[in-house]
Antibody, heavy 122, light 107 residues
Framework: EVQLVESGGDLVQPGGSLRLSCAAS????????MSWVRQAPGKGLEWVSV????????YYVDSVKGRFTISRDDSKNTLYLQMNSLRAEDTAVYYC???????????????WGQGTLVTVSS | DIQMTQSPSSLSASVGDRVTITCRAS??????LAWYQQIPGKVPNLLIY???TLQSGVPSRFSGSGSGTYFTLTINSLQPEDVATYYC?????????FGPGTKVDIK
């Protein structure tokens, strides 16, 4: 059974940093692209970032470019999101999601974690 | 970047009704389109991928169609457990944008 477990969410002041983690199990982690998706309180889903199975390709939504960095450690079956220069508008539940089908990231998400809450406030 | 729109933004229907939600892409995305269901308080769940392929385990009353810029999600015979917000998503190129969502409830 596929399991994705996020951690690292917290209350942080504007301008601060956080690193989110997503521990994966139940599948060959290195074979799959992974994404981060966020959801602000009471709002819709917003795609944040994707990393290829090899880790060689990454993409970001414009609003986080230069501030967030997605990475993965295939030896630990773990996905990360380093978040710097945090803003109030980054407040959201952050989900990690597995792309279906091994290989590239041009695919839907067939498994989601439970999410971790990031609150940016003074 | 591709923009995704959905209509309606919300709807209310009776149990047993047929419900259709539309999703439009600002440019052609072939069939790189997914539909997700998010029940209140729960994690999103994949219903349809490749515009019309039903994800394993999803009830057959859900179906998807379309290609290019126009897509639909249909729920045949709406059930109480279908109360949720439904999102479309394009994934043919980054950013993999979601639509704004359609909230479905029971009349």
């Amino acid at each position: 059974e596929v399991q994705l477990v996020e951690s690292g969410g917290d209350l942080v002041q504007p301008g601060g940093s956080l690193r989110l983690s997503c521990a994966a199990s139940g599948f060959i982690f290195s074979n799959y692209a992974m994404s981060w998706v966020r959801q602000a309180p009471g709002k819709g889903l917003e795609w944040v970032s994707v990393i290829s199975g090899s880790g060689g390709s990454t993409y970001y939504v414009d609003s986080v470019k230069g501030r967030f960095t997605i990475s993965r450690d295939d030896s630990k079956n773990t996905l990360y999101l380093q978040m710097n220069s945090l803003r109030a508008e980054d407040t959201a539940v952050y989900y990690c999601a597995k792309h279906r089908g091994s290989g590239n990231y041009y695919n839907a998400y067939d498994n989601w974690g439970q999410g971790t809450l990031v609150t940016v406030s003074s | 970047d591709i923009q995704m729109t959905q209509s309606p933004s919300s709807l209310s229907a009776s149990v047993g009704d047929r419900v259709t939600i539309t999703c439009r892409a600002s440019q052609g995305i072939s069939d790189y389109l997914a539909w997700y269901q998010q029940i209140p308080g729960k994690v999103p769940n994949l219903l349809i991928y490749a515009a019309s392929t039903l994800q394993s385990g999803v009830p057959s009353r859900f179906s998807g169609s379309g290609s290019g810029t126009y897509f639909t999600l249909t729920i045949n015979s709406l059930q109480p457990e279908d109360v949720a917000t439904y999102y479309c998503q394009s994934y043919n190129s980054a950013p993999f944008t979601f639509g704004p969502g359609t909230k479905v409830d029971i009349k």
